[in-house]
């Protein structure tokens, strides 16, 4: 939408004149819940959870002909009663942002510019330079003799985009590689 200067003092004179009716004393509830209902109205309700950290607050998201229309805390869910910490009130925004990398993009050592690349080249790329990290760099007995089994030159940085059943499945495949150093953004 594009706002000209008469348009915005239109929307500013609307927004004050709400407010002095809100103040003096006229009951704005139905007209906020009518305007709340226009979003989601004719969207099927699907209760899912929040997958950005252990807490698992419970969402309530809005589906309309197949697309997100709408995601909310649930408020009959006793760990969150509604409420959404940042992660979780950005949730419909991350799913729908037109700027959400969709493919995966590319600079080469020393390139000024990001080319996209599809998921095939780029995981094989990705598996290639872990082996032969892992192949160059894995220690497999300490000072003592001991066995240890370890590669220290690998580092492992969890999302908070990942549920809690994917940073399992992630923390034991790197654990499999040897991987010691890991840690986690969404821990508190």
Known sequence: MRCSRRNFLKLAGVGTLCLTLGQLGVNLDEALAYSRSLKIEGAKEVVTICPFCAVCCQVIAYVRDGKLVSTEGDPDFPVNEGALCAKGAALYSMYTNDHRLKKPLYRAAHGDTWEE????????????????ARDKDMILKN???????????????????????????IHQAMRGLGVVHMDHQARV
């Open 143 to 169: 000072a003592q003799g001991q066995t240890v089994n370890r590669l220290e030159s690998i580092f492992m940085m969890g999302t908070s985009h990942a549920s809690n059943e994917e940073c399992a499945v």
């Open 117 to 132: 690349k599809d998921w095939d080249w780029t995981l094989d790329q990705i598996a290639r330079r872990v082996k032969d």
